[in-house]
C-alpha cells in the first residue's frame, strides 16, 4: 500500500472518530440542559403538591384555548385549595370566550374560584370573568363590552380604480357573502346580522343568568359599551372593587380556604420555552461542528393563520 493511500485511510479514520466525538459532545451537553430544566420544572411540581391557592393569567387576545382547557383539569385534580383567574384581555373569538366560560365553570364545581380584573375584562374575556364564582376589579379597569362583532373590508372601489375585477362562480347567492370585494346584498348583510344577533343573544343569556338581572337591567348593560371598575360594580357586573388580595379575602371568608396559602401560578406550556430550547439545542449542534442538525433545529414554526369568525373584542380604535 503506497504512502499517500496509508494518509488518506488514517484520514477517514481521524474524521470518523471526530465526528463520533462531536455527536457524543452534542448528546452530553443537550442531557445537560435537558437536566437544567428539569430541576425548575421539579421544583415547580413540588409546590403544586402542597396546598396552595393557583393563579391562572388570562391575558391578550383570546383564541384557540386548548392548553388553558388542559391547564383546567390539571387544576382540579391537584391540592390547589382554589384559583384565582387573573384577567387582563380585551376579548378574541367569541368560541375561545365560550371554552373559557364553560371550562371555568366546570373547575368552578371543583374549586371555589375568583376572577381578578387587573386592568381590561372586556368582551369574552368578560365572558370568562362570569365564569368564576366571584368578580373582583379595580376601580379604574375597564369591565363589559358585552356584543359580538363581525368586520369586513369592502375594496370593490379600490379595485375599479386600478381596473381589477372579481368574478366567481358559487353554488347559491349567499355562499361565501360577504366577500369584500363587491356591495353587500340586503340578504347577504340579513343572513349575517342573523348569526351575529343569534350569538349576542346567548351571550346576554349568559349574563342575565350569572348576574341575576332582569331583562330592564339586562339592557343597561349589554349594549356593548365598557364600564370603569366602579360603574361596572353599581350595575352588578362585579362582586368588587380590589386586587388580588380583595379575591384571597373573599376565598377565606366565604368560601373557608386557609388563611395565608401561597399562591402558585400555573400556566400553559409555553411556545417560548421550547423555542428557547430549540435554540439552544442548534447552538450546542453549530458549535459541536453539525450544522446541518443545528440548522434543522433552529427552524422556526409558522404562526397560527389568521382569525376567522365571530368575536367579541373591545376595540376602541374601531369606536365611533
Do not use: C
Not at 28 to 49: F, M, S
Not at 239 to 248: C, L, Q, T, V
Request: a positive charge; aromatic letters at 6%; proline letters at 4%.
Amino acid at each position: 500500500m503506497s504512502l499517500e493511500t496509508d494518509l488518506l485511510v488514517d484520514r477517514r479514520r481521524l474524521r470518523r472518530k471526530l465526528s463520533l466525538w462531536r455527536v457524543a459532545a452534542f448528546l452530553a451537553a443537550a442531557v445537560a440542559l435537558v437536566a437544567v430544566l428539569a430541576v425548575g420544572g421539579g421544583k415547580d411540581l413540588l409546590n403544586k403538591r402542597a396546598d396552595h391557592i393557583a393563579r391562572v393569567k388570562i391575558a391578550g387576545f383570546i383564541g384557540d384555548q386548548t392548553a388553558n382547557l388542559k391547564l383546567f383539569d390539571d387544576i382540579a385534580d391537584s391540592s390547589a385549595k382554589a384559583v384565582i383567574v387573573k384577567i387582563n384581555s380585551p376579548g378574541g373569538s367569541t368560541s375561545g370566550g365560550e371554552a373559557l366560560f364553560d371550562g371555568l365553570r366546570k373547575l368552578s364545581g371543583k374549586k371555589p374560584t375568583v376572577a381578578v380584573i387587573d386592568g381590561l375584562g372586556a368582551s369574552a374575556a368578560y365572558m370568562a370573568a362570569i365564569g368564576t364564582d366571584h368578580i373582583v376589579a379595580r376601580r379604574s379597569a375597564l369591565v363589559g363590552s358585552i356584543g359580538v362583532l363581525v368586520q369586513f373590508p369592502n375594496v370593490g372601489k379600490l379595485l375599479d380604480t386600478i381596473g381589477v375585477k372579481m368574478e366567481e362562480i358559487k353554488s347559491s347567492p349567499l355562499k361565501a357573502a360577504p366577500n369584500g370585494f363587491e356591495p353587500t346584498s340586503p340578504e347577504a348583510a340579513a343572513a349575517l346580522a342573523s348569526v351575529v344577533n343569534d350569538t349576542y343573544g346567548w351571550f346576554k343569556g349568559l349574563v342575565k343568568e350569572r348576574r341575576g338581572y332582569d331583562d330592564a337591567a339586562l339592557g343597561v348593560v349589554s349594549d356593548g359599551r365598557i364600564f370603569t371598575g366602579k360603574q361596572a360594580l353599581d350595575l352588578k357586573l362585579i362582586d368588587a372593587i380590589g386586587d388580588e388580595s380583595a379575591g384571597i379575602a373573599w376565598l377565606e371568608k366565604d368560601k373557608g380556604i386557609a388563611k395565608d396559602l401561597p399562591v402558585q401560578d400555573w400556566e400553559k406550556p409555553s411556545d417560548s420555552r421550547s423555542l428557547f430550547f430549540a435554540q439552544a439545542l442548534a447552538a450546542l449542534a453549530d458549535k459541536a461542528g453539525l450544522p446541518i442538525l443545528g440548522s434543522l433545529l433552529a427552524s422556526p414554526t409558522a404562526p397560527p393563520g389568521a382569525l376567522d369568525g365571530l368575536v367579541s373584542v373591545w376595540q376602541p380604535q374601531a369606536q365611533k
